[in-house]
Nanobody, 115 residues
Framework: QVQLVESGGGLVQPGGSLRLSCEAS????????MGWYRQAPGKQRELVAT???????NYGDSVKGRFTISRDNAKNTVYLQMNSLQPEDTAVYYC?????????WGQGTQVTVSS
């Protein structure tokens, strides 16, 4: 059994910043990658950013230059620093873990960007 605990979501004004965290625990032998996806109402879930065990990163086009993904391998934790947030970034953000037994999703954390 694997658990992903996300935190850091909330309400922020346009131009503001938030930092999301996701800690993985449970029956994990090897983590291959962790990442963040988001889903806005009425839209499909989309890639935000991923990071591999070797720290290779990949970003969705809409967040490049504004968001930064990082990880702490010792803590099995991935972070997402979000700067210059805009109303279109409003969504539920989901953490995803890719590991030796497959993949797992977190429960999601709401990010709302509004004045």
């Amino acid at each position: 059994q694997v658990q992903l605990v996300e935190s850091g979501g909330g309400l922020v004004q346009p131009g503001g910043s938030l930092r999301l965290s996701c800690e993985a625990s449970g029956s994990i032998f090897t983590i291959y990658a962790m990442g963040w996806y988001r889903q806005a109402p009425g839209k499909q879930r989309e890639l935000v950013a991923t990071i591999t065990s070797g720290s290779n990163t990949n970003y969705g086009d809409s967040v490049k230059g504004r968001f930064t993904i990082s990880r702490d391998n010792a803590k099995n934790t991935v972070y997402l620093q979000m700067n210059s947030l805009q109303p279109e970034d409003t969504a539920v953000y989901y953490c995803k873990l890719i590991y030796d037994s497959g993949y797992s999703w977190g429960q999601g954390t709401q990010v709302t960007v509004s004045s």
